[in-house]
């Protein structure tokens, strides 16, 4: 597995399985009270996407039917680049006191060892179970130069050294066409239709250079091993309900048997790729799958090492 790949597997709340990767996007989460920090927002907003990173805030998620908790905070520090924590007290009735919100989410960061730019109006005092830790004290005419410098040095420390890496699409992109494969253009009825039979599934559509075999590609690095050989199966469901249906489509006069008979070795031809995260992942998927059709599964580190020994020119 890379070094760069790590997953947070017991999660903290007791849910089953956890296995979100740490510091997996180009994101920052951030905690901070919906009332006190209106002015801070909108200027952390606007440095961060300058730079690429998508802000992440609890309250701007919504999570139907979902656990809110794991959903829309501890799932998104986990993966979040670095974080941005905004101290700043409430005040009711006169009275300064801590966001306990804002405060356990950045117990969370400190658990998980996030990297942390805390920020808290100059004015104001920590909490003194946080007070002993470095923060970025401000005023409203300084906020936007402490948090420039701030954000360009967490990017700076979180991000690999060496020259820029490719992005995950592109060398996802790189990975199939050392494989022969590109992507299909959907230009015509037939490919839509072999398309759309597995894209409700979350695959994609390759062909070969010649243009005369069919790749599904499944791009299932966010997801767990049981999932993943759910869309597998269905897929594979979904392929056999199709072939089963030439007799059908011949008497209802909409193909003939020489074209059925092409069609169902096309069909029977299809490949499989299943993309996952980590080798743990590749064995438990290839060990609980048996098909017909030919399928392959491969990791992340699989494709690196695949794009390594082209020379090094792609990644």
Request: glycine residues 6%; charged residues 25%; contains cysteine.
């Amino acid at each position: 597995m890379d070094k760069g790949i790590r997953k947070h597997e017991k999660c903290i709340i007791g849910l089953p399985r956890c296995d979100y990767v740490f510091s997996s996007t180009r994101s920052c989460f951030i905690a901070y009270g919906f009332e006190t920090s209106a002015l801070e927002m909108n200027i952390l907003r606007g440095l961060l996407e300058k730079r690429n990173v998508e802000p992440v805030e609890a309250g701007g998620k919504r999570s139907p039917g979902e656990h809110a908790f794991c959903v829309k905070i501890c799932s998104k520090i986990i993966t979040s680049q670095f974080c941005i924590v905004l101290l700043n007290n409430d005040l009711k009735n006169g009275i300064e006191s801590a966001n306990a919100n804002v405060n356990m989410e950045y117990g969370l960061m400190l658990g998980f060892n996030k990297y942390v730019i805390p920020f808290q109006r100059e004015a104001q005092s920590l909490p003194f179970n946080v007070a002993g830790l470095d923060t970025v004290k401000y005023t409203s005419t300084n906020f936007e130069m402490y948090a420039t410098t701030a954000i360009d040095q967490a990017i700076a420390a979180t991000t690999q050294s060496g020259s820029e890496p490719l992005s995950a699409d592109q060398k996802l992109n790189a990975y199939v066409l050392s494989r022969d494969m590109n992507w299909v253009r959907l230009t015509s009825e037939g490919d839509r239709a072999i398309f759309d039979l597995g894209s409700g599934f979350g695959f994609n559509l390759l062909i070969d250079f010649s243009g005369t075999a069919y790749c599904y590609l499944g791009n299932f690095t966010q997801l767990r091993a049981e999932a993943i050989i759910w869309r597998f199966e269905m897929l594979v469901r979904a392929i056999d309900q199709r072939r089963s249906s030439w007799e059908t489509r011949i008497k209802a006069g909409l193909m003939t048997k020489e074209f059925a008979t092409w069609a169902d070795e096309l069909f029977r031809s299809f490949k499989i790729w299943l993309i996952v995260m980590s080798d743990r992942d590749r064995d438990a998927v290839k060990k609980a799958l048996t098909s017909k059709y030919s399928f392959e599964v491969i990791s992340l580190d699989d494709m690196n090492h695949a794009l390594e020994q082209l020379g090094g020119a792609l990644v």
